[in-house]
């Protein structure tokens, strides 16, 4: 095993919309950050925005089997990339409900109630809107939460043909509303994503190294076994060990757990 023989005071194991905004927000602190990605940067391809080769031909999801509880495999959503998913999705970006927070009864169960409010995280969510440009119509949603600011953009215009359809919702006193999409406006990249608002800024800082193609195999505990203190990683077909005071699973609901 090569062991690092740098010692980090952060980690952060995924660079999706967790790793990426939490590298940006942290690289100005001069703190040392290591960040460790399974994936390499994606290609700026026509396809990337494409619904036919992201869903269908399921181009850049991950060539590997899982397998459900009844032990048979299947091929699951993951794409492995500098952004993670961010990299291919809709961009839509929406605020949890207030409701969201407290105690919700499901098919398969009950989600408990919080320990923190909607409350507790709305500057958060007015950051990261202004983060990732945000395009919205505060106000136009009666779910939506309450907001302390409007979305840093105005909504997207509603194409001709989708108008239509939100016009005969209307009528029917439901209430349509355009959904907040985080978005550059560029030309040959026009969605925000965390690679080009969290990762790329946060590598300007010389405190922050990212490491591609390495996917971690195991976080190594200290002797208590309640603090994690080194993470391991493949990377070439080698095994590396990376030490840090704190390390941050960000690779995904799935994966993370």
Same mark, same amino acid.
């Given at each position: 095993?090569i062991?690092?023989?740098? !010692?980090?005071d ?16 942290? *690289?100005s ?10 994936g390499d ?6 396809? !990337?925005? =494409? ?15 899982w397998?459900?509880?009844?032990g048979? #495999? %299947? ?7 500098? /952004?993670g998913n ?7 970006l ?19 109630e919080?320990?923190?409010?909607y =409350? ?18 505060? !106000? ?11 979305? #840093? ?6 194409? #001709? ?15 349509p ?12 990249? #026009?969605? !925000? ?7 790329a800024? *946060?590598? $300007?800082?010389p405190?922050? $190294? ?8 195991r976080?190594?505990?200290?002797? =208590? /076994? ?10 070439? /077909?080698?095994?590396?060990? %990376?030490?840090?005071?704190?390390v941050?699973?960000?690779?995904? *609901?799935?994966? =993370?757990?």
């Open positions: 095993m062991i690092d023989d740098q !010692n980090y952060l980690i952060i194991i995924g660079t999706g919309a967790g790793g990426g905004t939490l590298a940006y927000k942290l *690289a602190t001069g703190k040392k950050i290591l960040i460790l990605e399974r940067f994606m290609p700026l391809e026509e396809q !990337n925005r =494409s619904n036919v080769d992201i869903f269908k031909r399921e181009r850049y999801h991950a060539p590997e089997h397998y459900d509880s009844a048979e #495999p %299947f091929s699951p959503q993951m794409n492995y990339a500098v /952004g961010t990299k291919i999705y809709g961009a839509a929406l605020r949890f409900r207030e409701g969201d927070f407290e105690t919700v009864q499901h098919q398969g169960g009950i989600s408990p919080w320990c923190l409010k =409350s507790d995280f709305e500057p958060y969510y007015t950051e990261a809107e202004t983060l990732y440009k945000v395009h919205g119509q505060a !106000n136009d949603d009666p779910t939506e939460p309450p907001r302390s600011g409007d979305y #840093p953009f105005p909504a997207v215009a509603t194409e #001709p043909q989708v108008a239509q359809i939100y016009e005969a919702i209307a009528k029917l006193g439901l209430h509303a355009p959904l907040p999409l985080a978005l550059t406006r560029q030309d040959d990249d #026009p969605t !925000n994503d965390s690679e080009v608002s969290g990762i800024p *946060a590598l $300007t800082h405190n922050v $190294t990212l490491k591609t193609g390495a996917k971690v195999v976080l190594h505990i200290n002797p =208590s /076994g309640r603090v994690v203190k080194g993470v391991q990683a493949e990377i070439d /077909g080698q095994s590396h060990l %990376f030490l840090g005071d704190i941050v699973l960000a690779c995904g *609901a799935v994966n =993370s757990a």
